[in-house]
């Protein structure tokens, strides 16, 4: 690695990745200032809106000025080139891989691809698509130690709420025995519309308009999104070796108004439950609708709101909450996890 | 530092000490697996229950047996000693303090006086005690930076659930704005009876009986202990050098069932909360009960369970709750503060 430079490789181009790379300018002289380390994004791979590669550091603010003008990269700059992700990330001679790109929640690819790819080039990865660590965590935790290379994905379950940092490094010693949580806003925000009197049809809409729910929202509406983040708490909290499909898991899309009514006569909510728990010795996942009463605290996890209650041996339950967040939070989870990482070299 | 030794001087021999001493007793031979250090308490200074000083390692397990039996240590034993506490932690040639001694909330001593004599004779300390943190922080921290000796806190507001550390190690790069949180239990116990509809005198004496609050229950009631936290707060992750008389606190004392019906009728219910903010430039403090909705998340902290919500400029607020703590809590946050200086060392 270059003496005190971290040059991003930056594999997508959405929101989030927008927003990072806004972070990155504004706090670019802090970081200096106290780590030393001069950050730069020195190669991007969009899907739709081009690639670029330039080791001396991309200009950011035009290229987010150019994705905000034109859905693109300036096609005819010195440095915009003409690759595939992979390539981008086999040439662009970074050191650090931020994988942004679109999440496949059936396999984790080619999320799982993109990082391997990065480990073999000798780059340590920060990844905020929790594909990877639905499907492949050990190994990719095992592949990064066996290099000495860091693997980080705060991100990828609850944004930049503190859940896996939280364990490993504010409940030392602690084993963890069980999480129970609400992960899934979209289904959130549905349900709670539910409550309030809307049909299922016009919740969904709602969410839509607001940006909550895909146009396609099944991924949601039928907790694969749910048992993706279940299965990545499974794997780095309870070392599980499990992947979505093997989560029991049950969406929302049968929940009638009639239901919401029935839970409000027993003074409940219904509620999308995520768990992860123990059962004769082995460790199970499950994304199911219960009523939750109106006394306890997940009831009251409103709109695009989350929770995350962790069981450990020594230290009773505690939980995390996240207070209805905006892309800012998802942008922050890869700007921690790349401090963390300044730390750590 | 004598190599790889831990040798703990425990200052104070209550429940949570006691809990910590089981703890060592149990995890003793798997920290040494797993760090190499081998952790021994080494000099105990009780008020009433006498003082020892063993630099082989006190037998931890007949201390408790003898506590447990006569109230005291066994005052024949050839480790016992007849100094007060200062004479012992000048003399017990232990490297770390832990410091358990009772809470003076008017003015945080004797604690700050043992820790500033740990600190002279080259001790790390931890300190379970939060009248040091809400009195003196920024003198006692400054002067263990100077020394290069660690000096840990974290059971000191919400016993061993993660706030200090959760801002410190998994919240990088971000300021804290604000906070906002339920941190005294024996409060919310009693104000959680009076909305069953007990009277505040049988809430006081149902808080006794389940052994929530003290005989004479004024400095929870009063608002001392909230205050004492609230500056603690400030201290810690606002930089302020506050204490816990420039709180503006206001305790529940007044409250009469009619207010709680008054709350009731507006769906909401009586809280006392802690905040800490900013105003005119200058880091504030205040205690007091206010009406929190039905819909807040806080109206469900339940019993002796609490909460705070943390405001950062980038990652906006989270909440971390503790569920209705044991002794063991307790005994785990000065246990994580332990693991935490070994991984510093």
Redesign the interface.
């Known amino acids: 690695m270059k003496d005190k430079a971290i040059n991003i490789c930056l594999v997508g181009f959405g929101n989030a990745a927008q927003e990072f790379c806004r972070?990155v300018i504004t706090?670019n002289l802090?970081?200096k200032a106290s780590t030393g380390y001069d950050v730069k994004v020195t190669a991007i791979a969009g899907r739709s809106k081009g690639s670029i590669i330039n080791p001396k550091g991309i200009n950011l603010a035009k290229a987010l000025m150019d994705v905000e003008s034109n859905g693109k990269f300036d096609a005819n700059a010195e440095d915009t080139v003409n690759m595939d992700t992979i390539q981008v990330i086999e040439n662009c001679s970074s050191n650090v891989l931020v994988e942004l790109s679109t999440l496949s929640i059936y396999d984790g690819e080619p999320a799982i691809s993109h990082i391997e790819t990065a480990f073999e080039k000798g780059m340590h990865v920060i990844t905020g698509n929790k594909g990877p660590i639905a499907w492949k965590y050990q190994k990719l935790r095992d592949n990064s130690k066996q290099r000495g290379l860091q693997f980080l994905y705060e991100t990828t379950v609850m944004d930049?709420?503190?859940i896996f940092?939280?364990v490993k490094?504010?409940?030392?010693?602690?084993k963890v025995l069980s999480f129970k949580g609400i992960l899934n806003s979209t289904t959130n925000f549905v349900l709670e519309e539910m409550e309030s009197g809307n049909s299922y049809e016009d919740a969904i809409k709602e969410a839509k308009r607001r940006g909550f729910a895909e146009e396609d929202p099944s991924m949601d509406i039928d907790g694969w999104d749910a048992a993706a983040k279940t299965a990545a708490l499974l794997n780095v909290l309870m070392d599980t070796n499990i992947n979505p499909t093997e989560i029991d898991r049950q969406g929302i899309a049968h929940i009638t108004l009639k239901d919401i009514e029935k839970a409000k006569e027993k003074q409940c909510k219904i509620k999308l439950l995520c768990e992860g728990y123990i059962e004769d010795n082995i460790a199970k996942g499950k994304v199911h609708p219960v009523y939750i009463s109106?006394?306890?605290?997940l009831?009251?996890?409103?709109a695009t709101s989350s929770i995350l209650?962790i069981t450990t041996d020594?230290?009773?339950?505690?939980?995390?909450?996240?207070?209805?967040?905006?892309i800012?939070?998802t942008a922050?989870g890869i700007?921690?996890d790349l401090?963390?990482l300044i730390?750590s070299l």
Not at 169 to 174: A, N, R, S
Not at 294 to 297: P, R
């Open positions: 972070m706090k802090e970081i930049g709420t503190p940092n939280f490094y504010t409940l030392p010693g602690c109106n006394k306890d605290i009831s009251n996890i409103d209650g020594l230290m009773g339950e505690v939980q995390v909450i996240e207070k209805n967040p905006e800012q939070q922050y700007y921690s401090l963390t730390r």
